[in-house]
């Protein structure tokens, strides 16, 4: 069964504080590895998608990395208005035809100005 | 272009009730999947619909079903509601496998 572990939780920065926040899987094999960035009340808003170990994609100030066995979100010199929950989630190629996603529990990001 | 959009946004039904909701994806998109998402389980996998056929089902009851029509929109039914059915419900489209989803906004569903 394929499993998708997010930490930590809940994560509280300071404006301009890098981090990283991980995700680690176990799927049969990876077909996709997605990022998600989820605001109170909205649907995920999607953000990156990774294929293979070594790949790497870029928006504004964050980072996506990916090796084997999990994948890293880098947060540099964030703002107040990074502040959401930031979800991970792997599509597995041995699950036939079909688009479903496993997705982890979600870390919650608060940066305080 | 256009995102998913879903109705309605909020619902609130009583227990043993039955409720649709309706799922619209981006034009193009031929792959609806849905969601449950809950403060204790996080988001769940519902069921997902390729050309009108259902090509994989999370581990629901079968009180929760679904439909896709030729124009690629979805509806979801959940009958017998239970307060346990309380949780926003997700609905995301894609072009194709390993493409990414793009979520709708959610519907709101409360049961008393």
């Known amino acids: 069964e394929d499993q998708v572990t997010q930490s930590p939780e809940a994560l509280r920065l300071q404006e301009g504080e890098s981090s990283s926040l991980n995700c680690s899987y176990t799927v049969s094999g990876l077909r996709g590895l997605f990022w998600y960035r989820q605001d109170p009340g909205k649907g995920p808003e999607f953000l990156f998608t990774l294929y293979s170990a070594g790949e790497e994609k870029e928006k504004e100030r964050l980072k996506a990395t990916l090796t084997k066995k999990e994948s890293f979100l880098h947060i540099t010199a964030p703002k107040p208005e990074d502040s959401a929950t930031y979800l991970c989630a792997v599509q597995d190629l041995r699950t036939g035809a079909n688009s479903k996603l496993t997705f982890g529990k979600g870390i919650t990001l608060s940066v305080r100005p | 272009k256009a995102g998913v959009t879903q109705t309605p946004r909020y619902l609130i039904k009583t227990r043993g009730q039955q409720v649709t909701l309706s799922c619209s994806p981006i034009s193009g998109h031929r792959s609806v999947s849905w969601y449950q998402q809950t403060p204790g389980q996080g988001l769940q996998f519902l069921f997902e619909y390729f050309s009108e056929t259902q090509r994989n089902k999370g581990n629901f009851p079968g009180r929760f079903s679904g439909r896709q029509f030729s124009n690629s929109r979805s509806e979801m039914n959940v009958s017998t509601l239970e307060l346990g059915d309380s949780a926003l419900y997700l609905c995301?489209?894609?072009?194709?496998?390993?493409?990414?989803?793009?979520f709708g906004p959610g519907t709101r569903l409360t049961v008393t």
């Open positions: 995301a489209s894609s072009l194709a496998d390993g493409y990414e989803q793009y």
